[in-house]
């Protein structure tokens, strides 16, 4: 893992965004498209604005994001409706998004489908993942029903249910993770730092970040 500090979060996301724009060039130079997955809740916004307003293929890229909360887009705690307005706008507008909600009362209904739509950009050409204090990234909950599924099986796609999270989940698998070519996770704050800490000395089971930190570039800025 390589940790990269910053003097504060403004500059992380500038430097952030221009390093994903970066590798999602080499990514189409290299294969003529790329797949970038990014995550929800309340710290990517900022490199969403930075990096819709980037110059590059953007027709030539997929969008997915790392995890969704399984509410309609038009709820406050939908990570599709963070997507939609912070990122799909400015040059951005342009790439290809698929989606990890579909209308259904459980996730279980459209996983099938919504796997099959990811499969043809696999393996992600880079991924940026968040993490919760709890040691939870994309939606990789400790105590969720399925954990193991999450952690150590082989779909790209797991529904689940877990004690931290007020709804059902849907989240790409470590293993879909892992494979990919690049992967950042950014966080804020000195609580994140310490948890982000803590985990490296504990089982994916109680820490899920744990799982995927080998390789990974973590990006911190204090505040
Ligand atoms: O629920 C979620 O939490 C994590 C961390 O979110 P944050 O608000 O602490 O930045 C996020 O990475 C994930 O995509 C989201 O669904």
Not at 87 to 113: C, D, I, Q, S, V
Not at 191 to 208: D, T, V
Request: glycine residues 6%.
């Amino acid at each position: 893992m390589e940790f990269v500090e910053y003097a504060d979060s403004e500059m992380m996301m500038i430097d952030l965004a221009d390093r994903l724009a970066s590798e999602l060039r080499a990514a189409i130079a290299a294969d003529g498209r790329a797949s970038l997955a990014v995550p929800g809740g309340t710290t990517p916004g900022p490199v969403f604005d930075t990096l819709s307003a980037i110059k590059l293929d953007w027709d030539k890229v997929h969008v997915m994001l790392t995890d969704e909360r399984w509410v309609p887009e038009n709820s406050e705690r939908s990570n599709t409706g963070l997507l939609k307005r912070r990122l799909f706008t400015g040059e951005a507008a342009a790439a290809h998004y698929l989606p990890l909600y579909a209308e259904a009362e459980r996730p279980e209904e459209k996983l099938e489908a919504l796997q099959q739509a990811l499969a043809p950009h696999l393996p992600l050409s880079v991924v940026l993942l968040g993490m919760g204090a709890d040691m939870h990234t994309a939606s990789i909950f400790p105590g969720a029903d399925r954990l193991d599924a999450a952690l150590h099986g082989d779909e790209t796609l797991v529904a689940m249910r877990a004690p931290g999270a007020p709804e059902p989940r849907i989240t790409l698998s470590a293993k879909v993770l892992n494979d990919a070519m690049r992967r950042h996770i950014v966080i804020i704050g000195a609580e994140k730092r310490a948890a982000l800490e803590k985990a490296q000395g504990l089982s994916p089971e109680e820490a899920p970040v744990a799982a995927i930190l080998k390789g990974a570039t973590v990006h911190w800025a204090e505040s």
